[in-house]
């Protein structure tokens, strides 16, 4: 049997999930995808694990893309399904009921900055450089990357990025809105730890009606998204939680959060 490409460990109530394969950048192969599909699944139903932090073994790179020399090989029928495949995969990362975070320390190119563009928040070490650079082998992203772009940076970065195929640095991508911070790679995992520990601390079923309220809200009318809105803030008032966190607030303490 061959050894997962995924590896998980969890510190405390944060699951890190790392790619695994750096001898060749963590690229997607089949295999990965489903590795990964699999972990996201444990993740969203493991009540312990309040935040997920997605990341790449090595330092050189997050992920480098969909394997390459896998795709050679590929028919179009096959290559339905590879998509179909990487696609399912963003959406259940996408539409993860708790918050997870891409931790970019290095290349993310291709199907590697389409994955963390399915996460919710993104922090960049300041050598990363990302990518949608599959012009330059014939193909355009295949796993969402040129919805998902066109939804985070907007039309005129998402024809840049997709049209012209070259990298950018993590300066300029935060400058796109690509992510959400840039930091010293050697503060990487714990900037990104501290994020992912305030995330676990906070009341899960608010985070869980942000997620829907505002990946939802933006995928449909602005009347319906605020019905919605309404709907989901008025389900809070049903929560444990919501007394806690209000309560603790004019108790002057500090609340504690059950997930319920
Ligand atoms: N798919 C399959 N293998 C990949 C890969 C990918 N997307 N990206 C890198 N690799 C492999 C290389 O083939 C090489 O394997 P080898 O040692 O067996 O030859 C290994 O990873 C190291 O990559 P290498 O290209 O030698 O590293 P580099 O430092 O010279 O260049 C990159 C780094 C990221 C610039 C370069 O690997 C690259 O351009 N990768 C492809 C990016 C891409 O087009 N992604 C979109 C795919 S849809």
């Known amino acids: 049997m061959t050894a ?3 590896l998980g460990r969890d510190d405390g109530p944060v699951r890190i999930l790392t790619v695994d394969r750096p001898d ?14 699999a972990a996201f699944a444990a993740a969203a139903t ?59 320390n290095g290349y993310a190119l291709g199907g ?44 005129a970065a998402a024809l840049e990025l997709c049209l012209l195929g070259t990298p950018v640095d993590a300066a300029r991508a935060l400058q796109l809105g690509l992510v959400n911070r840039v930091v010293p790679a050697a503060e990487l995992e714990a900037e990104t730890l501290a994020l992912a520990t305030q995330l676990a601390a906070a009341a899960p079923l608010a ?29 809070l008032f049903a929560s444990e939680d919501m007394r806690e966190g209000t309560a603790a607030f004019l108790g002057k303490r500090k609340p504690q959060f059950r997930n319920r």
């Open 207 to 235: 985070l869980r009606g942000i997620l829907d309220a505002v990946l939802l809200g933006g995928e449909c009318g602005l009347e319906e998204a605020l019905q919605f809105e309404t709907a989901q803030f008025a389900l």
């Open 24 to 37: 060749k950048l963590n690229a997607l192969n089949r295999q990965t995808l489903e590795a990964l599909d």
């Open 112 to 155: 590697g900055l389409e994955l963390a563009m399915a996460c919710h928040l993104r922090v960049a070490a300041d050598t990363a450089r990302l990518g949608q650079p599959e012009v330059n082998l014939g193909l355009i992203p295949g796993f969402g990357g040129t919805q998902r772009l066109l939804r985070l940076a907007g039309r």
């Open 46 to 104: 493991d009540d312990g694990v309040r935040a997920v932090v997605l990341t790449g073994s090595g330092a050189k790179a997050f992920v480098a893309g969909a394997d390459i020399a896998e795709m050679n090989a590929l028919t179009a029928i096959q290559a339905r399904e590879f998509s179909a495949l990487g696609q399912r995969l963003m959406r259940r990362i996408e539409r993860m009921p708790k918050p997870v975070i891409a931790m970019v």
């Open 4 to 6: 997962s490409p995924v």
